[in-house]
């Protein structure tokens, strides 16, 4: 057809959701090309497919993306189009380009590790602009003040996703008052908060408990390697977002102990004799059945100072585990590999390297009843003698 003259095309491409559908399997730039010439309808949505996610392949295509930005003429409004933008090639963005960012009013997802040149002032003022981010990664990034941090949280409620620290120790200047913000202001939509606690070393538990608390839909939490990662915290962790946890990562918290975890819960029972002419007592409300229902995948490596009982508990209430990572936690035994057996079809990644007291039968056991177990690392113990 003679697209120039205006015409339009018949069918069900005239239906926005039949011409939506299609566009949205077009991944090659040529068949989006191809698509943008079949007529008006599909042209327009073409060009919001191509900007949604706006592929920034090398420094050439970089610059066409900022000089469009930086336009004071757009034929099409191109920054209400853009969602996703990826600046992982770009690690020398200056503060100017990065201020030019702050006009797509729909970014929901902004990754930027590594873009060390920006300036504490600049990363405040242009997350002040947005107020539709739902993830966010800046690792590596030096210039995170707690003010950037509350700029962001303050101006984005809806924040789901947020990445922070792998910064050279000692350049951080993130405090508790960040975190603390994070949970104030996102509070209710957080669901993934990885925090390297190695390079943020002016956040302590404090911070950690109150974002923990103030985050009851989270359900991913890496917390590993944190000096200030202590029993409390990881037993407020079970106790405050267990029944939502998908994913914790403890490795490396060496100070961790088997009171990280709450005793099983008491008999609801009465047992002892009462006056009949006494008032009742109220019902006992219904203690949840596992602590993390939910649970996939836990990682414990290097927590040395965890036994059997700690791994009992964590199988017995996180029956759903998939991938269970042990490694370097010396102190267990068989034992340990009896209680994960009882996970059955479920678990389906096991590291246990490292663990000198394991034997044959504890191996036997996993083998027997976990029938889909994929991948088991049993490197460095020394005890087993399995021939497979």
Not at 62 to 91: E, G
């Amino acid at each position: 057809m003679d697209v120039g003259k205006g015409k339009e095309v018949y069918g069900p491409s005239r239906d926005p959701k039949f011409a939506s559908s299609i566009v949205e399997y077009l991944d090659e730039p040529r068949d989006v090309v191809a698509f943008s010439l079949v007529c008006k309808t599909f042209l327009h949505l073409a060009i919001r497919k191509i900007w949604t996610k706006p592929r920034l392949s090398g420094r050439t295509s970089f610059d066409s993306f900022l000089s469009t930005l930086s336009s004071p003429h757009h034929t099409v409004p191109y920054t209400s189009f853009i969602t996703t933008i990826d600046l992982n090639a770009f690690a020398d963005i200056t503060d100017d380009q990065f201020r030019l960012l702050g006009a797509c009013e729909n970014l929901a997802h902004l990754d930027m590790r590594m873009c060390q040149n920006i300036s504490a002032a600049t990363l405040q003022h242009t997350f002040s602009q947005f107020h539709r981010l739902k993830g966010i990664d800046l690792e590596g990034i030096s210039s995170i003040t707690d003010d950037v941090i509350l700029s962001l949280a303050r101006n984005n409620p809806h924040l789901r996703g947020v990445k922070l620290g792998k910064c050279s120790p000692g350049h951080w200047v993130l405090s508790d008052a960040g975190v603390i913000a994070l949970g104030d202001y996102c509070g209710d939509s957080l669901r993934e908060v990885y925090l390297h606690l190695p390079s943020l070393s002016l956040v302590t538990s404090v911070a950690l408990r109150c974002l923990i608390t103030r985050c009851p839909r989270l359900q991913t939490l890496d917390i590993a390697h944190g000096r200030s990662v202590d029993d409390g915290v990881v037993r407020l962790v079970w106790q405050s977002v267990g029944q939502t946890l998908r994913k914790l990562n403890l490795a490396g918290c060496s100070e961790l102990t088997d009171v990280m975890l709450p005793p099983p819960a008491p008999s609801v029972h009465d047992t002892h004799p009462r006056d009949p002419a006494a008032r009742p007592l109220p019902p006992i409300p219904k203690a949840p059945r596992h602590l993390a229902p939910s649970l996939r995948e836990i990682d414990l490596t290097d927590c040395k100072r965890l036994t059997d009982y700690a791994i009992e508990l964590i199988c017995t209430n996180a029956p759903k585990l998939r991938n269970l990572n042990l490694k370097g936690c010396r102190q267990l035994t068989d034992a340990t590999l009896y209680s994960v057996a009882k996970l059955g079809s479920s678990l389906q990644q096991l590291n246990v390297a490292k663990l000198s007291e394991i034997t044959d039968k504890g191996v036997d056991a996993i083998s027997e009843a976990c029938r889909k177990l994929a991948n088991i690392d049993l490197s460095g113990a020394y005890c087993v003698y399995l021939d497979y």
